[in-house]
């Protein structure tokens, strides 16, 4: 039978093993499989020769029986409530940056802020036994709770520290920037204030965000004139459909919150469409500060937040296990920075 250019017969290249790699990398098949795996006691030579086999044979390995010997696969399980948000997408970005070069891999799963969902998909999730999860948040359902607590690995919540952390939490308080935001808007000498959300029930984290808002103005001896809400997911629509019902009702506000920056661009369309200054007529403050933020025609508030950052600390409290040398719960605040778009 003719050979093919790795010595081995095309039945076996076709099917290619583990045995097949060692033997073409002239390595034994116990460093084969080390050298698969990235495991750090194995020489770069034998690491690049065991490579360049497999790339040539075409050897993917099983994964699963890997994690079957070894009670735990590479896999580090990533839960989020959409992909259609920029935020969650720049986390994701965050969590590949900080995983390229590692032996880990990552994979998702999409909730759309749904708690059973996001139950089947934690539970699905730890049927691999993964090597660490990143869970979106600290508000999940007692019976998804409990398979975090049970999970025996590395979890990593993100995005939120107002509650009560798994194990490890990376991220910034809600409340608190909410909080900041209203102590820096009084600032600017803005007295008449009003509000915008999109689907509080829901976005636990902007309804965070509102609380420590209202609670805040208070202490500063301001209130909401008035606010609009809606139940439906933030959009650029629903932010100008809010804001156009919320100033023919009170057109004398001078501030406007807004859940999000998304839902802030549909309030600076319907001021610019009306020929209502901004800032100087009225303020729009949103959150996250997104990129478009500094390409919008007109400035706008916002709290810009750390995102990418926070997905490569999340991976690197996995990879690392940085559980063993925190004393308990690893808490990681990167709070936001308030840019309030004036000269």
């Known amino acids: 039978m003719k050979k ?48 360049a086999a497999a790339e040539q044979i075409g050897y ?3 994964n699963l029986a890997l994690s079957l010997s070894s009670q735990s696969a590479n896999l580090v399980g990533v839960v989020i409530p959409n992909l259609t948000n920029t935020v969650f997408a720049e986390v994701l970005s965050g969590i590949a940056e ?21 139950y089947l998909t934690v539970r699905n999730m730890l049927s691999w036994r993964p090597a660490g999860l990143i869970v979106t948040g600290l508000d999940q359902s007692e019976k998804t709770r409990r398979l975090l607590e049970a999970a025996d690995i590395p ?22 920037a909410g909080a900041d935001m209203a102590k820096a808007l009084v600032g600017t000498g803005r007295r008449r204030f009003g509000y915008v959300g999109c689907g509080l029930h829901r976005d636990t984290r902007a309804a965070k965000r509102h609380s420590g808002f209202v609670t805040t103005l208070a202490a500063q001896g301001h209130s909401l004139v008035a606010e609009a809400q809606t139940d439906a997911p933030s959009t650029v629509f629903e932010g100008r459909r809010l804001t156009a019902d919320l100033l023919a009702q009170h057109p004398d506000l001078d501030c406007i919150y807004f859940s999000n920056d998304d839902v802030a661009m549909g309030g600076v369309f ?8 901004v800032p100087d007529q009225v303020m729009l403050a949103g ?8 390409s919008l025609p007109v400035k706008i508030a916002t709290s810009r937040t750390e995102r990418r950052e926070i997905g490569r ?20 605040d990167l709070p936001p920075t308030i840019d309030l778009g004036l000269p």
């Open 60 to 62: 993917v390995g099983n």
């Open 270 to 277: 319907h001021c610019i469409a009306n020929d209502i200054s």
């Open 98 to 118: 900080a995983i390229d070069g590692t032996d880990r891999q990552s994979v998702f799963g999409v909730t759309d802020y749904d708690p059973e969902k996001e």
């Open 155 to 176: 979890i990593v919540q993100i995005m939120d520290l107002d509650g009560v952390a798994v194990d490890a939490v990376v991220g910034l308080s809600h409340t608190r």
């Open 313 to 332: 600390r999340a991976i690197e409290i996995i990879v690392n296990d940085q559980r063993l040398s925190s004393g308990g719960n690893l808490v990681i």
């Open 4 to 51: 093919t250019n790795s010595g081995l017969e095309p039945e076996l290249v076709r099917k290619a093993t583990l045995a097949d790699v060692a033997r073409l990398a002239g390595v034994s098949k116990m460093t084969a499989s080390r050298a698969l795996r990235n495991a750090r006691d194995v020489s770069k030579s034998s690491l690049a020769k065991v490579q």
């Open 287 to 294: 959150f996250n500060g997104l990129d478009f933020v500094d």
